[in-house]
């Protein structure tokens, strides 16, 4: 009977500690945003960061393209004119919908919105 008034103290504060670290993004680039990210099956979800600027989406519903630009390898990567087709998906929201920024984490990327919350983390494709 001991060791339950711990685990009510010990539990609760575990949640709460790894709570806050799980829809942390880092705090800058560590990388290069150049390629694919997510599937590589072109109606799965997926971003293209292409050389000359363009960023190409699929959330698996939806396309959409844009604009990306960065200042120097360690800026966030900044994410703009983009646009999407709607097609009525239950569930799916476009990948570039709400991206303001994308920070570049090892093999991840982190697509933030304008307020910094993160949207989507994707795996650099293979």
Partial sequence: MRRRPALLIVLPLAAVLLSGCAGAAPEASSGEPTGRWGSTDDDEPHIEFLEDGTVLSHDGCNGGGGRWSQDDASA?????????????????????????????????????DEAGEVIEVLRRSS
């Fill in 76 to 112: 966030a990567v900044e994410v703009g004119g983009s646009s999407s087709t709607f097609v009525a998906c239950p569930g799916d929201q476009p990948l570039l919908a709400g991206t303001d920024t994308a920070i570049v984490d090892g093999d991840r990327i982190h697509l933030l």
